[in-house]
């Protein structure tokens, strides 16, 4: 087996994210009757390190294409990301990711599910456990390190999932619509329970979503993109004091946000009445 | 700590009798069909007086392969060896095969027809020619045995290959897994419940296989003595022959069932069990 990258023992690396600059990134493809289609157009942002970025926008606009590209798992067309010094042009392995589907292997269990990145990665096995099961206990897993994903609930799933992005301690944390598919007060205690995850020790995220409640809530700063072809349509500050609480969502500051973007939403043809 | 599903689970298990009692009924009633069956034998050789170079009743039988046991156990052990082997070379073969044509797309393209075109022959046809390539000793046995077999093994690799979303392999990708890694942490496990059942078609597919050729061109084995017994016009050892045959399928594909158990114990019975009955 091919040796895997080196990873620094989470207690020697210091607890801080990475910048992410991402310039002129497009994608377009050809379809099947030779038409050239364009899913994003060129974009360019600058993403600070420990800063929490939420890229929200209406389906298909692009924004997962986007998160998928930094990851090096999708080639753009156009443009290029850089993570710190390092350029993207393969899978880069130095981060977290979580889905929008759990992705759990059915065959572990929860624990070892997150295990799974330890072995991969060549981590110290007891470390890495102590991890593990220190992660689980602040997810409220406790007590299901020997459960099947089939026992689990959606949330626990998603939970497990996300123990699993943070067990290498990375610098990035990607995450791809991950509470869309929960129903709404566990989308609630999942977004209070990453935010303190993230409080810890600031990690840089992106996190894509199109609730506009969601974005405002978790974000240091809110990317909106426009209805496909997507394009940046604002790159908006958040600065909101933190810890948020679910009652902040009823503040003034709070409401002017998400009627901000609402309407921007709307004068580009999305909810439309 | 079990949660409420899984003990829901056991719970319905428990009624549906998963329990000892269906252990013992398990062991019961495959006896009894037997029993049945030999009675119905019984009584149609008798009722209707039925020679015994037609069908010779079940007694005669029984008593026939008691007279020839170390013959018929040469010759099962024969078959056995050369079912066994050709197996482990289907698997050996067939499985890496599965995973490279599921790797690479464009390979399904050159290799799918010629194999399907394999398959789609009859291994008789096929035996007497690798007989003449290759003489009356093991080689052509083995080949046409493996080619029986290989074909469910393949298949099932591709499908459970082809099972794995695109968000397995982008997260497989994340973390570092690439070539073996991927195929040890991922596409395994996620083929291992088609490949287990289809091991265990296989696996009587095997004695089936080994037969055929043994028919056409061998000096031994339970073809051979079945292709003797008949040419004799000794029904009775012919039948003999037959059981033994039917024994040794059902312990290939008990041997398989176990087999296929232990090699992935690691990966739970329950996620075993929920891609195939």
């Known amino acids: ?273 | 700590m079990r949660t409420e599903s899984q003990q829901a689970a056991s719970e319905a298990g428990r009624q549906f009798g998963s329990g000892a009692i269906g252990t013992s009924m398990s062991l019961v009633l495959p006896m009894v069909s037997a029993i049945v069956v030999g009675l119905i034998w019984f009584g149609v050789v008798a009722l209707f007086d039925i020679p015994k170079y037609i069908l010779p009743s079940p007694e005669t039988v029984v008593a026939s392969m008691f007279e020839n046991r170390s013959a018929l156990f040469n010759e099962a052990q024969a078959t056995g060896l050369i079912a066994i082997t050709g197996l482990a070379l289907s698997v050996a073969f067939g499985v890496p095969l599965g995973f490279v044509i599921a790797r690479y797309k464009p390979l399904r393209r050159v290799l799918m027809p010629p194999i399907v075109a394999i398959q789609s022959i009859p291994k008789v046809a096929l035996a007497p020619l690798f007989v003449a390539w290759l003489g009356f000793g093991a080689a052509p046995k083995l080949i046409i045995t493996t080619l029986v077999t290989f074909f469910p093994l393949t298949l099932a690799t591709i499908v459970g290959v082809e099972s794995i979303t695109v968000t397995t392999s982008q997260l497989a990708r994340s973390i570092g897994c690439r070539s073996f890694g991927l195929v040890r942490y991922i596409w395994f496990p996620s083929a291992a419940p088609y490949i287990a059942a289809a091991f265990r078609t296989a696996a009587t597919l095997a004695v089936v296989g080994t037969l055929v050729a043994e028919f056409v061109g061998s000096a031994e084995g339970l073809g051979n003595l079945l292709l003797i017994a008949s040419g004799n016009r000794d029904t009775t050892l012919a039948f003999a022959a037959i059981l033994v045959v039917a024994a040794l399928g059902m312990v290939f594909y008990g041997g398989a069932s176990l087999i296929a158990r232990g090699a992935t114990a690691r990966l739970g019975s329950e996620y075993m069990r929920s891609k195939t009955t």
């Open chain 1, 1 to 273: 087996m091919s040796r895997q990258i080196q990873s620094v023992p989470p207690d020697v690396r210091a607890p801080v994210g990475v910048p992410i600059s991402i310039q002129g990134v497009g994608h377009s493809y050809v379809t099947n009757e030779g038409r050239r289609v364009e899913a994003l157009k060129e974009v360019d942002l600058e993403i600070a390190a420990g800063e929490f970025v939420v890229f929200l926008g209406p389906s298909g606009c692009g924004k997962s294409t986007l998160l998928l590209t930094v990851a090096g798992l999708l080639k753009p067309t156009t443009g290029r990301v850089r993570l710190g010094d390092h350029e993207v042009r393969r899978p880069y392995t130095d981060l977290g990711i979580v889905f929008q589907d759990p992705t759990l292997l059915e065959w572990r269990t929860a624990l070892r599910n997150i295990m799974m990145q330890a072995e991969v990665r060549r981590m110290d096995k007891e470390k890495a456990r102590a991890r593990a099961l220190e992660l689980m206990e602040s997810t409220k897993l406790g007590g299901f390190e020997d459960s099947y994903p089939s026992g689990l609930s959606g949330g626990m799933k998603q939970r497990v999932a996300i123990c699993r992005a943070l067990l290498h301690d990375p610098p990035l944390l990607l995450m791809d619509e991950p509470f869309a598919a929960l129903d709404a007060l566990t989308r609630d205690q999942m977004g209070i329970d990453l935010q303190a995850l993230w409080l810890n020790d600031q990690k840089t995220v992106i996190f894509v979503t199109h609730s506009i409640t969601e974005a405002v809530f978790l974000a240091d700063r809110i990317v909106v993109f426009s209805p496909r072809p997507g394009r940046v349509l604002v790159d908006l500050p958040v600065d909101l004091a933190r810890p948020r609480k679910l009652d902040d969502q009823k503040t003034p500051e709070f409401l002017d946000r998400v009627d901000k973007i609402t309407k921007l939403l709307r004068n580009e043809g999305v909810l439309q009445e």
